[in-house]
């Protein structure tokens, strides 16, 4: 969902130009909430769903030719699940037809299998932090767990790759933060071109 | 006359019979200007047999005469005019329209105490709606390369309307006509999503501006601009090929349509500060600039108004 409302044009009669909303789509707004908004908003969800499309597409995945399954988990972060399905759907990521799994940060907790990639939304908000990372944990502490695991800012135990939301004099960007050793015990790379986006 | 006054008004379901009764009645108790001579009087009979072309010679023999110079032949001309013009489909390039508008504005030149205005009133206005109609329906035809009729026939609309009445506001007409033709532009900019958007979402920019600039209904065109804008960013940010290059760059290009959305809609509230709709699409656009102070403001005047 990333259009808005409109105003209606129609004439209902000569003169007659009343401000008439008419929906064409419209976002949630939570008035009174903590605030995640900005963090999961519907429009960063498209966002992130292309840097993350396009990672697994680039990136050299080891092992992955012993996998029958392209697997993406997404915690906390239903839009952006839902963004990525209908972007892949019937597309393959490494030669393998992709799973997007949708996951409460709870749930995450009790997941028994592992991931290809596993992104953790609302991580920047402090309270929703410290649910994410006890999840990871113990998520980690299953077996041994392969997933490149990202966060959409927040710096989550047991993380591997940020991408951190920012402004910049021309707009907006995505910049990238790593955990060098993490991705050294999981023989992964990240891109080049991921690389040179390093945060300043 | 109310009831020929409101036939005439919408045209095709104009009861002939009723109105040359009510001619013929009329001018029999009055004065001058209401005088009809016998050809003229010949002419309103074929009319109202339905013989309108007859009709239509005959009161062409009456203006050779001196009866050119009664107003009622020439009201006469104009009402079986209008019929043929009705009659043969109300074409847009029909000539009777403009001939029936011709003999209407002879009509008032000789009418200086207006005694015929309530007839001939509700006709003119009638032919000059005409042209509005066909200026909506000519928006249909515009294209970014061709412009089309538009302007030119809601122009023709204006100048019959001031025939009418000199002091007539065409701003909420023109308005509206702009805000239809940027509605109409950035529709098209959304059903091309994917290939060609942008030269629509420019013309639709162009209408939207243009009516911006009035200040009749002003808030509904910036905020309306406001939100294609934003629309245009996403879809120029979806677009965008799979690459990192391009999507960082549909990142900024999104970018800076979403703060240009941001400004149209901080002017809509500064017209109108009370108006909800424009607090809430603000607090969407503030999202997606990462504006979180922005997003909290929207978001306290929106509590303070009764929303969420």
């Known amino acids: 969902m990333t259009a808005l409302l409109l105003l209606s044009t129609r004439p209902q009669a000569r003169g007659a130009c009343m401000l008439e909303p008419l929906a064409v789509e419209r976002m949630e707004l939570n008035v009174h909430g903590p605030d995640p908004e900005i ?80 992104f953790l939304g609302g991580s920047a908000n402090k309270d929703m932090n410290g649910t994410l990372s006890q999840s990871l944990t113990r998520w980690q502490r299953k ?58 | 006359m109310p009831v020929m006054t409101a036939s005439l008004h919408e045209g095709v379901r104009c009861p002939t019979i009723q109105l040359l009764l009510a001619v013929l009645s009329f001018s029999l108790c009055s004065g001058v200007s209401l005088a009809q001579g016998p050809i003229t009087r010949s002419a309103i009979e074929l009319a109202q047999q339905g013989e309108l072309e007859q009709a239509e010679y005959r009161i062409v023999s009456a203006l050779a005469t001196e009866e050119a110079e009664q107003s009622m032949t020439w009201y006469v001309q104009a009402y079986i005019l209008k019929e043929r013009f009705i009659q043969e489909g109300r074409l847009p390039d029909s000539p009777l329209r403009e001939q029936a508008i011709a003999s209407a504005l002879q009509c008032i030149d000789r009418d200086s105490d207006r005694a015929l205005g309530k007839w001939y009133e509700p006709l003119l206005g009638y032919l000059g709606d005409t042209y509005l109609e066909d200026a909506r329906m000519a928006i249909g035809s515009m294209t970014p390369e061709i412009e089309g009729p538009t ?38 900019a959304k059903e091309r999503e994917k290939s060609g958007a942008g030269p629509w979402f420019k013309l639709g920019v162009e209408h939207y501006r243009s009516a911006a600039l009035e200040e009749h209904d002003r808030a509904r065109s910036m905020y309306n601009l406001a939100v294609h804008t934003y629309n245009q960013g996403v879809r120029e940010f979806k677009a965008a090929e799979d690459n990192l290059d391009a999507i960082d760059a549909a990142l900024n290009a999104a970018a800076a349509h979403w703060q240009h959305a941001a400004d149209l809609l901080e002017q809509t509230i500064s017209f109108d500060d009370r108006n909800s709709v424009a607090y809430e699409a603000l607090a969407i656009v503030s999202k997606a600039l990462l504006n979180q102070d922005r997003l909290e403001w929207c978001k306290a005047h929106l509590k303070e108004l009764g929303g969420g």
């Open chain 1, 39 to 118: 963090d999961r908003s519907p429009i960063w969800a498209v966002v992130y769903g292309r840097y993350l499309y396009l990672l697994g597409t680039e990136m050299f995945w080891p092992g992955i030719d012993r996998k029958d399954r392209f697997r993406i988990a997404v915690v906390n972060w239903p839009e952006l699940a839902a963004d990525l399905g209908v972007r892949l759907a019937g597309r393959a990521i490494a030669g393998l037809p992709v799973d997007i799994v949708a996951l409460e940060a709870k749930e995450l907790a009790n997941e028994k299998g592992d991931f290809t990639m596993l």
């Open chain 1, 143 to 200: 077996g041994d767990r392969r997933a490149l695991v990202l966060t959409d800012g927040g710096n989550v135990d047991g993380h591997d790759v940020i991408f951190k939301r920012m402004k910049v004099d021309n707009g907006l960007a995505l910049c990238v933060l790593t955990d060098a050793e993490a991705m050294i015990s999981k023989s992964l790379d990240l891109p080049v071109h991921f690389l040179q986006k390093r945060c300043p």
């Open chain 2, 151 to 188: 302007i030119a026939l809601f122009n023709r609309y204006v100048e019959v309307q001031s025939a009418l009445d000199p002091d007539w506001d065409r701003q909420p007409e023109w308005v509206l006509l702009l805000q239809q033709m940027g509605e109409a532009a950035m529709f098209e």
